[in-house]
């Protein structure tokens, strides 16, 4: 139990264009989701918190008008990286939180390039 | 908010020795401290996880051990195995907000 699915998992893209990443629980339903970025080697950074019905809350520094968040159902939550940048190509993880529980899952992550 | 520093940065242990990576956090209000495991270019997998209301936990090979007073988690896997190889991070978190380690890459030598 607890999937969440991401896609796409890869995608090219060119510059200036705009690239939209889904996240969805499968079998049970997220009132919050989170949206991560992963430089290789490196730590997630949590870039956004996504709450269904109501506005994203980006951490400092995540230009909100860049990076849209939409979660307009307890099962879909979307990232759309807008006017994308060679700088923007990373890997973005989203999870969501169960509701009965602590446990957070992990989607398997979109690895965005672009050229 | 929440800081998490991880260590090592990378661990090398022999097949069937142990592996202990350590974390620390700041804010003493964090009551939940995940494990995970990620494989190359793979979504992070929780391996272990720990409440603030508990001091340890084990399965099977990994243990966690928590010192709230002092503010810092263990992960603990022992007879380590060439396929315990990956990036591990520690998290920490009260409520929604969760932040995690730099991570730990850890090589099982055969």
């Known amino acids: 139990g607890a999937v969440v699915s991401q896609h796409p998992s890869r995608v090219i893209c060119k510059s200036g264009t705009s690239v939209k990443i889904e996240c969805r629980s499968l079998?049970?339903?997220?009132?919050?989701m989170f949206w991560y970025r992963q430089f290789p080697k490196k730590s997630l950074m949590l870039m956004a918190t996504s709450n269904e019905g109501s506005k994203a809350t980006y951490e400092q520094g995540v230009e909100k008008d860049k990076f849209l968040i939409n979660h307009a159902s307890l099962t879909l939550s979307t990232l759309t990286v807008t006017s994308a940048h060679p700088e923007d190509s990373s890997f973005y993880i989203c999870s969501a939180e169960r509701t009965e529980s602590y446990g957070y899952t992990f989607g398997s992550g979109t690895r965005l390039t672009v050229v | 908010g929440e800081n998490v520093e991880q260590h090592p940065s990378t661990l090398s242990v022999q097949e069937g020795d142990s592996a202990v990576i350590k974390c620390t956090y700041s804010d003493s209000a964090s009551n939940y401290f995940p494990w995970y495991k990620q494989e190359l270019g793979k979504r992070p997998q929780l391996i272990i996880d720990i409440r603030s209301n508990v001091g340890e936990k084990k399965d099977q090979r990994i243990a966690v051990t928590l010192n709230k007073t002092a503010k810092h988690f263990s992960l603990h896997i022992t007879e380590t195995q060439p396929e315990d190889s990956a990036v591990y991070f520690c998290?920490?978190?009260?409520?929604?907000?969760?932040?995690f380690g730099a991570g730990t890459r850890l090589t099982v030598k055969p």
């Open positions: 998290a920490a978190s009260i409520g929604n907000d969760m932040r």
């Open positions: 079998d049970f339903q997220a009132t919050t």
